[in-house]
């Protein structure tokens, strides 16, 4: 009697373990099964804002380890930063397709979020990624995606002036297998493009009294100001350039560190943006040193010289 109590015993155990959900959270590998039933389902047409997408996803921890599996380790290193391993990562939802598997998920440093969508095929081969959603723009809009039912994931930006007008731009992208990437497909937009292809330079009133400030420029399009800091060995810049004939930009607003006589740095906390700065007579050198995708294309770089321009009378007036 006792014997076979303890075999049922011993059976059920077996079968409670069996349906134990694996762990993310480690190091030790996971079937793919496992890894997919951690994204519910997303029905679709799907909408998500920078206001919410935190909040839905699934508290599950997915190990960097664990992610790395099923999406390179050059991948994840390559869109987030050097630093992907320091990354929570969080599953938010799934797509699934007939030959296609869409992964969306958040990875959040430094109370700081982005949410990506990752793409594998029906061999669970990983073809591709589209950075979808981010914090803390500091930009004034509002950031939303919307997903169809394709799918196609048409990525807005959109705000209110104090006239009550809405202004906005709306990029739709979809995978496109023969160039294997995600490519865009539609583009809409009301804001006004004068005002879009003008560079608003938001340090030009500060003062400029320091041995490096002033305003530097290769072309009209490429230009970077710096203007004098808390001391002397701090200075405030801003840098806007345009690559591949405007199909790339970047534009980045910091603090530039000097290290020594002639050299300087820009880093800042929770940012994987490193940019170092080297001056040359009347010529500043500038050049990316960590991931600064954030504030530019992703086939472009800050990387680029730059020379001094002669000081305007008005800017001589605003010392």
Known sequence: MHKYLLISLLFLMAIACKDEPASLSGDAPVDIKDFVA???KTDLPYRLADTNFT???DTTNISYTVFSQFVPDSVLT???NKK???FTIHPLG??????ELYLLANFTQNKKTTLFAFLLNKENKYLGSLKLLQQDNRDNYRHSVSITSEPTFIIGREKTNFNNETSYTRNGYAYNSGSGNFVELMSDSNEDLKRINEIINPIDTLPR???FSGDYAKDKRNTISIRDGANADK???FIHFEKSGGDCTGELKGTLMMRDARHGYFQESGDPCVIDFTF???TVIVKEQGNCGNHRGIKCFFDDSFTKKKETKTAKKNK
């Open 94 to 99: 799934k797509i699934e397709k007939e030959n």
């Open 209 to 211: 009294k320091n041995k």
């Open 280 to 282: 040359e007579g009347k």
């Open 78 to 80: 390559g869109i987030v």
């Open 38 to 40: 951690a994204f519910k």
């Open 84 to 86: 992907a391993k320091k």
């Open 55 to 57: 909040k839905m996803a």
């Open 235 to 237: 200075y405030a810049f």
